[in-house]
Structure formats: structure tokens, C-alpha cells
């Protein structure tokens, strides 16, 4: 008869676990993939952001790419040129204050195609694969905001401006 303790595994070490490569934490050596992806994005403006987890096929083999990072109050990030990319991507922001989390406490120009839309809401928005998007430009932060994007994609960041 086994115990659960029997049947546990065996090593308690991160790095030797199966699936231990699939878990990125913040001190995880993401940044490196972060930082090339930013070189694949020299085309265009890029935002200043507090980026701390990257998920990508570099990090851990065929994974999507998910980017992860804050704006803080008081900052003025820039923008994100307009581009479009083969593939579709969720973005994210999210106002940092639990108890107001409708609130996004920034303003954000975004442009899909020829539409422009100001948002003032923490939102998700769905970009369909080849939709021209951008440029987002975030201005007025009176909150910490979650930013994140999830490109739907197992290969590189790749656009076309
Ligand atoms: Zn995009």
C-alpha cells in the first residue's frame, strides 16, 4: 500500500521537474527573450514598461507569447506604433486597484484600422490576425496599471508596419 508522500516525486528541485520549465517566474531568465523581442520591434515606437514576465516559444518550447508588465502612476509610457501581424493577440489593461477595478485611471487612444476609440475602462482587446492596430498611446495615469499582451502565436514576434 502506497502512501501519498511514496508516490510524490522524488526531486523537489525546480530545475529537474518535468514541467518546472513551463512555470516562469519573475526571476526566471525571461528577460533575455524579452529583450529580444524588443529587437524584433526596432521598426516601430515602442512604450516605456515596467516588463517582468515573458512567456515565449524561446522560454519554454511551444508556448504561445504572453508579455507581462506595469505602467505606474505618474508616468507618461509612450506609445505603440500601429503594425499588424499574421497572427491574433488579446491586449490588456487593467486599473491596479482591486476595489475600483472598472476604472482603468489612465486614458487610452487606440486605433484599430482607420477607427479610433478612447478608452477609460480596464479592458481586453481582441485583435483579429492581419488588423492593422495601433498606434495605442496611454496618457494620464492616476493608477498602477497591469498591462499584458498575448500574441497567439508559437513563433517569433514578427510585423508589418
Ligand atoms: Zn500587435
Given at each position: 500500500m502506497s502512501s501519498i508522500k511514496e508516490s510524490a516525486p522524488t526531486s523537489e528541485s525546480q530545475g529537474e521537474?518535468?514541467?518546472?520549465?513551463?512555470?516562469?517566474?519573475?526571476?526566471?531568465?525571461h528577460l533575455e527573450a524579452a529583450a529580444a523581442r524588443r529587437g524584433d520591434l526596432s521598426k516601430i515606437d515602442t512604450p516605456e514598461l515596467h516588463h517582468f514576465l515573458a512567456l515565449n516559444n524561446a522560454v519554454a518550447p511551444g508556448a504561445i507569447m504572453v508579455n507581462v508588465s506595469w505602467v505606474y502612476a505618474g508616468e507618461e509610457p509612450g506609445e505603440m506604433g500601429a503594425h499588424a501581424h499574421p497572427y491574433a493577440e488579446v491586449i490588456g489593461f487593467c486599473g491596479g486597484d482591486p476595489k475600483d477595478a472598472d476604472n482603468l485611471g489612465a486614458e487610452l487612444e487606440l486605433w484599430m484600422e482607420d477607427e479610433k476609440y478612447m478608452i477609460t475602462k480596464s479592458c481586453l482587446i481582441f485583435v483579429p490576425s492581419g488588423v492593422k492596430h495601433g498606434p495605442i498611446i496611454a496618457r494620464n495615469f492616476t493608477k498602477n496599471i497591469l498591462h499584458f499582451d498575448i500574441q497567439l502565436t508559437k513563433g517569433d514576434f514578427h510585423i508589418k508596419v
Open positions: 521537474k518535468k514541467y518546472a520549465k513551463y512555470i516562469i517566474q519573475a526571476s526566471s531568465p
